[in-house]
């Protein structure tokens, strides 16, 4: 309790002090002489203003234009960009001026605001994304190469010449090319089918599908899964018992409460037991309710007196089947009851009926703690939440 007052006020101060922070900052940028421009390239804004004119205020919209280059800036900008496309040049035909690979185009420059554009002068040898061609000549064939830089309202191309060659191969890639080739060739015809070359280059060839191991790993998926189903299986069939056990200790102060008041209304203890089962049947079907193992043992232990069996033996047989020492004690007071006519035993039972009640108000103390402490998480999380709404604006705004 004590957190979760220290927690709401920590919420509390530092909404307020953001909130303060915020006001302040807004209120000094309430009045203003002038306003920013965006950077080149993202564009302008409108902004929406109140104006004092004399003795009256007018709200007016401003358009701001992004920010301008000058044109010395703009010049040395394309410069920079041609050094930069020098060097690449460079490093990409490694000064040869030829190239026997794709070439990869810079898309921009860093630091650097101007816009590239490609182009080149024989596409079918070298494309305009810098990839070359299927029937280049082993000898080479020769292209332009050429970028257009543009920045604002200035543009020049920067243009240079390349020899392209056909890339090289590795052996596989070049038994793949021949085969693909030889098979548009000989299937040229069909339109379903692509037939495959029997022989290349007077060699007998022949094809396998890639195994793709299905039965293997299926072999291998059902052994995990059986290895995994024992395991799993006893711990649903733990789970389970765990859940009974729980269900029949909540259902215990139920039981001895209602032993007591029938008890105290003059039934003996056998009919206060066939009373107990008899109304838990009928409520049962009545409502529809699922079966409450303690209150099952009960309508057993009941049926096991009507088929014969004596008293106290049934009692004896239904501590041992709760298997809870609550219970088992229970089981024991009926039974010394029985045996040595223990005439305090409706004592007892108010006594261990006060002490399940006792017990029961601790266990829901708990549980409710349990319940706070789980909630802490969600209610952590709705706080960052709620600081990262308000503190973003503001540290925009700082910026």
Sequence with gaps: MRFRKYFSVAIIVSGTLLGLGIYIQEK??????????????????EQHLSVEAGNREEKIKIFVEEEHYKEQEVLEYIQGAKEELEQWYE??????????????????????????????????????????????????EKTELYCTISLEDHEEVWAKEVTVFP????????????????????????????LLPETI???????KKDKDYKGPLVCILSLLLGLGAEPL??????????????????????????LVLFLRAGFSIRRAMEKLATGYLRNRDKYHLGERAA?????????????????????????????????????????????????????????????????????????????????LLPMVMQLVVVLIILMVPAFLSFM
């Design 28 to 45: 000094q940028d309430t009045e203003m002489n002038c306003l920013p421009r965006n950077p080149y390239g993202e564009g302008g804004y």
């Design 91 to 140: 490093g990409q035909t490694k000064g040869t001026g030829e190239i026997q690979k794709d070439m990869k185009f810079l898309e921009q420059i860093a630091n650097n605001p101007v816009m590239l554009s490609w182009s080149t002068g024989w596409p079918d040898v070298l494309s305009w994304e810098g990839r070359i061609g299927e029937n280049v000549s082993e000898q080479g």
């Design 167 to 194: 890339p090289v191969l590795s052996e596989s890639q070049e038994l793949e090319k021949k085969i693909q080739k030889k098979a548009e060739e000989i299937s040229h015809e069909e339109g379903k089918k692509l």
């Design 201 to 207: 280059d007077g060699e007998t060839v022949h094809y």
């Design 233 to 258: 299986a006893r711990e649903k069939e733990k789970q389970k018992e765990e859940k009974k056990r729980k269900e029949m200790q909540a259902d215990y102060p139920d039981i001895v409460e209602k």
């Design 295 to 375: 209150y099952e043992e009960v309508v057993k232990t009941c049926r096991e007196m009507e088929g014969g069996m004596y008293e106290a033996e049934a009692y004896e047989r239904m501590g041992r089947r709760y298997g809870i020492s609550q219970y088992k004690m229970l089981s024991v007071l009926l039974v010394q009851n029985l045996r040595r006519g223990n005439e305090n035993l409706l004592e007892l039972l108010e006594r261990e009926a006060a002490s399940v009640t006792e017990e029961r108000k601790r266990s829901a103390r708990v549980k409710g703690e349990e319940a706070a402490i789980k909630l």
